[in-house]
């Protein structure tokens, strides 16, 4: 007996695109191909030091059995700590719950919070695997079309008009987001919570590239100030983050989410259930990201990935591409390439072939004009970005 039919879910689950790009960029690599990685969000600095060296210890301690399902106590404490000292907001270490990456956070909260039919509020364009999460438990991730005027995130009047009563549950925003690096002011995320709570629904806020800001910009909306965490929002405002982009542990596979007090003993069930308990070694490491010396190397790179932002936004343009809003986080330009083609899947297909320049397109974070944006991800140095935009503006040339 063959088991031939897989659940439906499973054919409303689109692939992950931007990995299919990496695939084939590396295939080209083992040809020997000179490829230059524009596409995936993961920038090319190791794990800080001190924080490989903290897991070291752990493992050499002996510290490889299982945590609490909700995560080490002090590590939960740090994270508190950071947000007082960091922010200046006050978060009981019994809201925060420690996951296998952000990800497992998300997991968890929807498998906590979302019923059959349910639907979560999300823009398009966004993280694509947030509205598969939402299918597997049944429920629908909602995109909403947004554009340039909001810098491509959902604002009250789109919460408002797209509200359902009998179906909407909560709305999820991404702050920065991927995959455009926008950013809402703390007067935007406020009138957004405030609208949400109207509606009856839950406002959940992925801060996933906290930390990974550019504040200090002469262009920035945030005159130089660190943008507010949304928990100064108030406790019923639910926050996700990650060791993975600020922190650079994205192989370590560790987030967190901060939830209502009331919400952490179901959480902590599933959580038994689902993960038993994030990995143990990670968690060690990650006592040391809260370090000076952690936070010193975390600082200098965010300085680094300023200067490869504001190459490719002087750039960009001369190639052809027009940047509609500039990113003020994490380290993605989402560029519309409509000028150049009407077609980008077509396009980033055939410029890796040609040019061995890896970029995404569009339409892996949405449908809202997804075939005339591209997202370039600034992960590699200034050096290979020139080489990547001399490529880019010799193929170009030829093509037009």
Same mark, same amino acid.
Not at 384 to 388: G, I, N, P, Y
């Given at each position: ?6 659940? @439906? ?11 299919? #790009? ?34 070291i ?13 909700l ?6 404490q ?15 270490a019994?809201? #925060?719950? #420690? ?16 019923? &059959? ?24 991730g ?20 797209h ?14 987001? *991927? ?27 992925d ?15 945030f ?11 108030? !406790? ?7 060791? @993975? ?12 989410m901060?939830v209502?007090e ?10 038994? *259930? ?17 370090? &000076? !010396? ?9 300085l ?27 380290f ?5 390439? @409509? ?31 997804? *075939? ?11 050096e ?5 935009i ?11």
């Open positions: 007996f063959i088991l031939t039919g897989f659940a @439906s879910r499973t054919d409303e689950i689109a692939p992950f695109q931007v990995m299919a #790009i990496l695939k084939q960029a590396q295939a080209l690599a083992a040809k020997g191909v000179d490829v230059i990685h524009l596409e995936i969000g993961e920038p090319d600095f190791d794990t800080p030091q001190p924080i490989i060296q903290a897991g210890d752990a493992l050499a301690a002996g510290k490889t059995h299982y945590t609490p399902a995560g080490l106590p002090e590590l939960r740090k994270i508190a700590d950071f947000y007082q000292a960091r922010y200046g907001v006050a978060v009981s019994n809201r #925060i719950a #420690i996951t296998p990456g952000a990800s497992g956070a998300l997991l968890l909260l929807m498998a906590a919070r979302l019923e &059959e039919g349910d639907e979560l509020l999300m823009a398009d364009p966004g993280y694509p695997c947030n509205r598969h999460f939402a299918r597997v438990f049944e429920a629908r909602r995109l909403i079309a947004t554009s340039a005027d909001s810098e491509f995130q959902l604002t009250p009047q789109h919460i408002r008009q509200w359902t009563k009998s179906k909407s549950k909560a709305v999820l925003i991404a702050s920065p987001a *991927n995959p455009t690096g926008a950013m809402l002011s703390h007067q935007e995320l406020e009138e957004i919570a405030v609208t949400t709570a109207q509606q009856g629904g839950e406002l959940w806020v801060e996933i590239y906290h930390g990974l800001t550019y504040h200090d910009g002469k262009d920035s909306k005159a130089g100030k660190r943008p507010q965490t949304a928990l100064a929002l108030g !406790d019923n405002v639910i926050v996700l983050n990650s060791f @993975s982009k600020y922190f650079g542990m994205t192989g370590w596979r560790l987030g967190w901060v209502p009331d919400y952490i003993p179901v959480i902590e069930r599933l959580a038994q *259930n689902l993960f038993l308990a994030p990995t143990t070694p990670s968690q060690h490491a990650a006592m040391a990201a809260f370090d &000076e !010396d952690s936070l010193a190397i975390m600082e200098e790179r965010r680094e990935l300023q200067q490869r932002r504001d190459y490719l936004l002087a750039e960009l343009p001369k190639l052809g591409f027009k940047i509609p809003v500039v990113p003020d986080g994490a993605y330009i989402y560029a519309d390439a @409509s000028d150049l083609t009407q077609d980008t899947q077509t396009f980033c297909q055939q410029l890796l072939q040609d040019t061995g320049v890896a970029i995404t397109p569009g339409f892996d974070f949405g449908d809202h004009n997804a *075939n005339l944006f591209v997202r370039f991800a600034y992960t590699t140095n200034i290979r970005l020139q080489q990547a001399a490529r880019i503006q010799q193929w170009v040339s030829e093509q037009h």
